[in-house]
Nanobody, 126 residues
Framework: QVQLVESGGGLVQAGGSLRLSCAAS????????MGWFRQAPGKEREFVAG????????AYADSVKGRFTISRDNAKNTVYLQMKSLKPEDMAVYYC???????????????????WGQGTQVTVSS
C-alpha cells in the first residue's frame, strides 16, 4: 500500500517562502512521476507542478512559474515543493500525488494520478 504524507505547510506573510515535503512509502517510488496540486475553498483542485521519474523534466502552472520549484530525492522517497514570493492567491490545501503505473513523464490531469496525500494547508496573509 502506498502512502503519501505531506508536511511543511503553515502560515506565512505575502512575499514569504515555504518548503513542502511529501514522503512516500512503498517500493518503486523512483519509477513514477509525481505532482503537486492545490485546492482552495470553493474551487476545483488544480495542477501546480509535476516532475518526471528521474527529475529530468518538470512542469509548472503558469500562475507559479518562476516562484515555485519542484524537486525529488529518490534515495529518500521524497518530493519537494519550494515556494517563494507567496501571494494570497496561493492559499490552499496542497496535495502531492503519484502517477498511475507506467506513467513516468509529467502529467497535468488529476485523473492520471492514483495515490494522493492528505494535504497540507498553506495560508498566506496579506
Amino acid at each position: 500500500q502506498v502512502q503519501l504524507v505531506e508536511s511543511g505547510g503553515g502560515l506565512v506573510q505575502a512575499g514569504g517562502s515555504l518548503r513542502l515535503s511529501c514522503a512516500a512509502s512503498g517500493r518503486s517510488f523512483s519509477t513514477y512521476a509525481m505532482g503537486w496540486f492545490r485546492q482552495a475553498p470553493g474551487k476545483e483542485r488544480e495542477f501546480v507542478a509535476g516532475i518526471s521519474w528521474n527529475g529530468g523534466s518538470t512542469a509548472y502552472a503558469d500562475s507559479v512559474k518562476g516562484r515555485f520549484t519542484i524537486s525529488r530525492d529518490n534515495a529518500k522517497n521524497t518530493v519537494y515543493l519550494q515556494m517563494k514570493s507567496l501571494k494570497p492567491e496561493d492559499m490552499a490545501v496542497y496535495y502531492c500525488a503519484r502517477t498511475k503505473p507506467g506513467l513516468t513523464r509529467v502529467r497535468v490531469l488529476p485523473s492520471k494520478y492514483d495515490y494522493w496525500g492528505q494535504g497540507t494547508q498553506v495560508t498566506v496573509s496579506s
